[in-house]
C-alpha cells in the first residue's frame, strides 16, 4: 500500500471547551493550533479542525443499514490496527460512552471484513473506527 498522507477534516460545534474535552480526554487526541474560533486535533495521523459555529442545529443525521446495521450518515473516521483499535474499545466502553454502534465484527467471512464501532461527538457528528483484518483489503472489491 502507498504511503498515506494526512486527511484533513473540518467540522462544526457548538462548543469549543466540549470539543476539545472530549476529543482529547475521550477519544485521545492532541490538541494542535487553535484559536478563539477553531480548533485543531491530531486524530490519529490527521488533521480535524472543529470550528465554532454558535447556533449551529444539532440534530440526527439519517442513518444507512449496511451488512445490517444502520450506521450514521454522514461520518468520518480512521482505519486502527487490531491492538489500537482494542485498547481505544476498551478505553471508551470504560468511559461509558454511549455507541451509535457497538464494537463488533461485520462483513463477516468476506473481502471487507472488519471491526467497527460508531458513536456520536457531542454535536452529533458521526464518527466510526474500525481495523480489517487484512488491510490490505481496505479498497478490494468482493
Known amino acids: 500500500m502507498a504511503e498515506v498522507r ?3 477534516y473540518a467540522f462544526a460545534v457548538a ?7 472530549f476529543y482529547v480526554n475521550t477519544l485521545g487526541a492532541q490538541e494542535a493550533r487553535s484559536d478563539e474560533l477553531w480548533v ?8 480535524l479542525s472543529a470550528h465554532l459555529i454558535v447556533d449551529y ?3 440526527t443525521y439519517p442513518r444507512s443499514l449496511v451488512d445490517g446495521d444502520h ?9 486502527l490496527t487490531k491492538p489500537v483499535w482494542e485498547q481505544l474499545a476498551e ?6 460512552v454511549e455507541f451509535a454502534l457497538e464494537p ?3 462483513f463477516k467471512n468476506t473481502t471487507g471484513e472488519q471491526w467497527s464501532m460508531f458513536l456520536y461527538d457531542p454535536f452529533l457528528n458521526g464518527i466510526e473506527f474500525k481495523c480489517f483484518k487484512n488491510t490490505e483489503m481496505l479498497f478490494a472489491s468482493p
Open 6 to 8: 494526512p486527511f484533513h
Open 15 to 21: 462548543d469549543l471547551e466540549v470539543a476539545r474535552d
Open 40 to 47: 485543531d486535533f491530531n486524530f490519529f495521523g490527521h488533521q
Open 57 to 59: 442545529p444539532q440534530s
Open 71 to 79: 450506521i450514521p450518515i454522514p461520518h468520518f473516521g480512521v482505519v
Open 91 to 96: 478505553r471508551l466502553q470504560a468511559l461509558e
Open 104 to 106: 463488533k465484527l461485520r
